[in-house]
């Protein structure tokens, strides 16, 4: 584990902190690979790759039970809950919310450099039809990368 152990997003994927009686548990995982790790005071305490919209960790240390579970509340808007629990105890619960999609100059730049590279296949007999297709999504994904302007927020547990 790296020493940028801070809470928040980027295009490598996303990392909650939380501290708890002079512990340090740090839950990181990556939208893309599904891979989901969670560390406690620097060393790797458990690790799954998971799809789903529900995963949990669970792990002891000082005979205390801890579970990170990680949770997407809104499939349609993208919204991730990563919530820390101790003993049964509800801890810290942070709540990650992608910036929405925009299609920039980087969307028009990449399409009108993929056409012309399948333009210029198609002339070697390639077919166009065969990498415009496969372009446009390679340009989607490019220029949606939103990790790095998505926001992340302490949610304030009642009690």
Not at 93 to 119: D, E, H, W
Request: glycine share 6%; charged share 20%; with cysteine.
């Amino acid at each position: 584990m790296d020493d940028q152990s801070i809470t928040g997003a980027s295009a490598e994927g996303f990392r909650f902190r939380f501290d708890f009686e002079g512990n340090v548990v740090l839950a990181t995982g990556s939208p893309y690979s599904g891979m989901e790790r969670v560390y406690l005071n620097g060393a790797l305490f458990s690790q799954q790759r998971s799809f789903r919209r529900n995963s949990e960790h669970r792990f002891n240390h000082q005979s205390k039970e801890f579970c990170v579970q990680f949770d997407i509340s809104s499939k349609k808007k993208g919204m991730l809950e990563c919530t820390l629990i101790a003993d049964d105890v509800l801890i810290k619960r942070y709540r990650l919310t992608p910036a929405k999609r925009q299609f920039g100059l980087n969307y028009v730049l990449s399409l009108i450099v993929i056409a012309g590279f399948s333009v210029l296949l198609s002339v070697y007999n390639y077919s166009f039809w065969y990498f415009l297709p496969m372009g446009i999504v390679l340009a989607y994904f490019y220029s949606c990368d939103n990790l790095d302007r998505s926001t992340i927020e302490e949610i304030e547990i009642p009690g």
